[in-house]
């Protein structure tokens, strides 16, 4: 019942013409899937130039972060009702690289959910521990926070709009993925979290995603496990091929 979602987030990587080339090549190597869903993320750049791209395809678009406000003296950031504009259907918040590099904390983060879900975005939520944070055996606990802080005051019937990407710190771009054991164990946890604060029907329809080195050769594996509903995928999902068989899971 829970459709898998597999997503791109492409970082600050892609001008608007390689990001063109990307999406051409999903397109023509994607075929019709309907049992999965799939989204890509690129810099806010491309957004507009990809739009109409991937209008009435399988493919959705997403952004990568968003600010909560709708409009205003906000220099540099990019609104919710702007994202729609564009086309987007899905929103990153609480990325790892937002959290450690921009210092952004799970109260901003809170803001940009419920702002996201306002304005008809699907927001992608990223928690996840660091290396010394699982070395202290505090990793559960670190992400149990990280999900009530973010999920504040959010209803159980928006629920349906809402993803969350378990995705270890450690994990992102190192090539150091998880093992399956290990994600399922932090997923079942999630849920069980999602449960106490949304009820158990609303978090058993919430969608799961596994990120942190998935790679072509990991994701079948990783995908079999039970509460693992998709991956959330960075360094692999900027180039077609390995982009596509990852989408193409079994
Ligand atoms: C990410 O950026 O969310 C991510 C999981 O990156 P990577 O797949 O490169 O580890």
Redesign the pocket.
């Known amino acids: 019942m829970r459709v898998p979602l597999i997503a791109g987030?492409w970082?600050m990587y892609k001008t608007v013409a390689e990001a063109v080339d990307l999406v051409d090549g999903l397109l023509a190597g994607l075929g019709n899937p309907s049992d999965r869903e799939i989204v890509v993320c690129p810099p806010f750049t491309a957004l507009h130039a990809l739009s109409p791209l991937l209008r009435g395809t399988e493919i959705h678009l997403g952004a990568q972060d968003v600010y909560p406000e709708v409009q205003g003296a906000f220099t540099g950031a990019i609104s919710p009702v702007m994202l729609r504009d564009l086309g987007c259907q899905y929103v990153?918040v609480g990325?790892?690289?937002r959290r450690q590099i921009f210092g952004e904390g799970d109260a901003l983060i809170n803001r940009k959910l419920h702002s996201a879900m306002t304005h008809g975005l699907r927001p992608i939520l990223?928690v996840g521990e660091t290396k010394p944070e699982r070395d202290s055996g505090r990793a559960e606990s670190v992400v149990v926070g990280q999900l009530r802080g973010c999920l504040e005051g959010v209803a159980a019937s928006a629920a349906a709009d809402l993803v969350v990407?378990y995705?270890p710190v450690w994990?992102?771009?190192?090539?150091d993925?998880a093992t399956p054991a290990d994600a399922q164990s932090m997923h079942a946890a999630i849920r069980q979290v999602l449960a106490e604060i949304l009820g158990s029907e609303a978090a058993s329809s919430i969608r799961l995603q596994y990120?942190?080195?998935?790679?072509p050769d990991n994701v079948d594996e990783l995908m079999a496990q039970p509460d693992i509903d998709g991956?959330?995928?960075?360094?692999?999902?900027l180039k077609a091929d390995s982009f596509l068989r990852i989408v193409q899971f079994r």
């Open positions: 987030n970082k990153i990325h790892s690289e990223c990407a995705e994990a992102i771009g190192t090539g993925t990120g942190g080195s998935v790679k991956a959330l995928v960075g360094g692999a999902s």
